[in-house]
């Protein structure tokens, strides 16, 4: 069965870094467009930022723009988020999730259980 | 990119029909058959319910059903039951090539 599973979240000060990463299981990671994902506690899910199957497409949402880098690694099955200049707004649980496989599957299929990152001094 | 606007909550009787609304653009929800919706327990991560507008996953119930008129996609849930209260979300692709989601609707089953 397909598994992601986040790490790297934790508590970081205003303008620190922090890389998060999403390990893949039970699926050819290579097939699938990925996306991370993020909610601020109590709020709403809000998209961040997606790859494609070899990394030649990358969007970003304009609140990460310039401060959030998303990779892969397809062979070691993993997803990441460079994240820089963190701000209190980007507090939340980050998401890792796997885009439904075909040429037009704007939808996500499996997701990850999330991993918490607190910006706060 | 704006959120897409759902109505903050939404309430029902068990066995009643209940519809959530998802309004977008021409840029987003109009243009695209491309809104899928979410369920999201407390703690939990989300969930597929709908893809594609109107299209269902396997292992999710036909009483959760999709549509979509103009710049507005719409959430049926019928014959409600305890187990569907949560959040639901709506989400869209978009002519920026990116994805955006709505403000989320909180089901409560009366």
């Known amino acids: 069965q397909v598994q992601l599973v986040e790490s790297g979240g934790g508590l970081v000060k205003p303008g620190g870094s922090l890389r998060l990463s999403c390990e893949a299981s039970?699926?050819?990671?290579?097939?699938?467009?990925m996306s991370w994902i993020r909610q601020a506690p109590g709020k709403g899910l809000e998209w961040v930022s997606y790859i494609s199957r070899n990394a030649n497409i990358i969007y970003y949402a304009d609140s990460v723009k310039g401060r959030f880098t998303i990779s892969r690694d397809n062979a070691k099955n993993s997803l990441y988020l460079q994240m820089n200049s963190l701000r209190a707004e980007d507090t939340a649980v980050y998401y890792c999730a796997r885009f439904a496989s075909g040429s037009s599957a704007w939808y996500f299929d499996y997701w990850g259980q999330g991993t918490l990152v607190t910006v706060s001094s | 990119q704006s959120a897409l606007t759902q109505p903050a909550s939404v309430s029902g009787s068990p066995g009643q029909s209940i519809t959530i609304s998802c309004t977008g653009t021409?840029?987003?929800?109009?243009?695209?058959?491309?809104v899928s919706w979410y369920q999201q327990h407390p703690g939990k991560a989300p969930k597929l319910m709908i893809y594609d507008v109107s299209s269902r996953p396997s292992g999710v119930s036909n009483r959760f059903s999709g549509s979509k008129s103009g710049n507005m996609a719409s959430l049926t849930i019928s014959g409600l039951q305890a187990e569907d209260e949560a959040d639901y979300y709506c989400?869209?692709?978009?002519?920026?090539?990116?994805?955006?989601f709505g403000t989320g609707t909180k089901v409560t089953v009366l």
């Open positions: 989400s869209s692709y978009t002519s920026s090539s990116t994805l955006v």
């Open positions: 021409s840029s987003d929800v109009g243009g695209y058959n491309y």
């Open positions: 039970g699926v050819t990671f290579s097939d699938y467009y």
